[in-house]
């Protein structure tokens, strides 16, 4: 399976900048046979970044989208209006869930728009700080999975992404801590089981991300984790030389 190191850019970077950035992440890489290298920016640099982009080297997601195709919803953005610029659409993050009040539905609803349009999706889901704290975990993983996969058949689980983000461990959010290795494993281990007492077989091949916090220092042993097939990156991946280290990283490990 291929290791996904993907870097979530957020409300981040003008077009220009946006631009320059990549360039210089492309002018950078080396072959990373086995790693899919992925940049989700802003959408408005997103038609600018597909022309500039090498496929091979770099592909781009989307961080968010409306989940109608077409119509009357002034101010949104469809995936169907960025087909052809991106390969990837990140779902469901928590700041989508917990700044813009995305529910499950919402989030099904688009993850099933990113299928329907040929985009892979990459599920976020996680517990909070109080979630954790009162022993919910489980309970928040299985529910985020059910309600984001609803409207997803055993022919379409092979095309989605899980990313794990626990939100205490986001290196935005107030207190983030570093989430140790065996917590990670034991969620990992817990969407493993949901996923396969969902679809079974099919959804052995379902990369699970991890993310949250993810540095150079600590990207080899997150990486290692059992189950984890990739990194979902914020912060860090604004900064070239480091995001350029983690893809390093993960190439040490996969040799
Ligand atoms: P972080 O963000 O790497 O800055 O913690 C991860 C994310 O929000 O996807």
Same mark, same amino acid.
């Given at each position: 399976m291929k290791t996904y190191i993907v870097g979530n850019w957020k409300m981040n970077f003008t #077009? @220009?900048?946006?631009s320059i950035y990549l360039h210089k992440l492309l002018k950078r890489l080396?072959? $990373?046979? @086995?790693?899919?290298? #992925? #940049?989700?920016?802003s959408s408005i640099a997103l038609p600018t970044l597909a022309l500039q982009t090498d496929r091979h080297k770099i592909r781009l997601s989307a961080q968010n989208f409306?989940?109608?195709d077409f119509g009357a919803f002034t101010g949104e953005v469809s995936i169907a209006q960025l087909k052809g610029t991106v390969d990837y659409a990140i779902i469901g993050h928590s700041e989508r869930r917990y700044i813009f009040n995305e529910s499950d539905k919402d989030i099904?609803?688009?993850v099933a728009a990113a299928l329907r349009n040929g985009i892979t999706p990459i599920l976020c889901i996680g517990e909070t700080d109080n979630e954790k704290t009162f022993g919910e975990t489980a309970d928040v993983i299985r529910d985020q999975l059910l309600g984001g996969l609803a409207d997803v058949s055993k022919e379409d689980i092979k095309k989605v992404i899980i990313a794990y983000e626990p939100v205490w461990a986001i290196s935005s959010v107030k207190g983030a801590r570093l989430a140790p290795p065996d917590d990670i494993a034991t969620s990992v281990d817990l969407i493993r089981q949901e996923l396969k007492a969902l679809y079974g077989?099919?959804?052995e091949d379902v990369p699970v991300l991890y993310g949250g916090s993810v540095n150079p220092s600590n990207a @080899? $042993?997150?990486l290692t984790i059992p189950g984890v097939n990739g990194l979902l990156i914020g912060g860090t991946s604004l900064i070239a030389d480091q995001f350029l280290d983690i893809i390093e990283v993960a190439k040490r490990v996969r040799s």
């Open positions: #077009v @220009g900048e946006s080396t072959s $990373a046979r @086995g790693l899919e290298i #992925v #940049v989700a920016p409306y989940h109608r099904k609803l688009k077989k099919e959804a @080899g $042993a997150y």
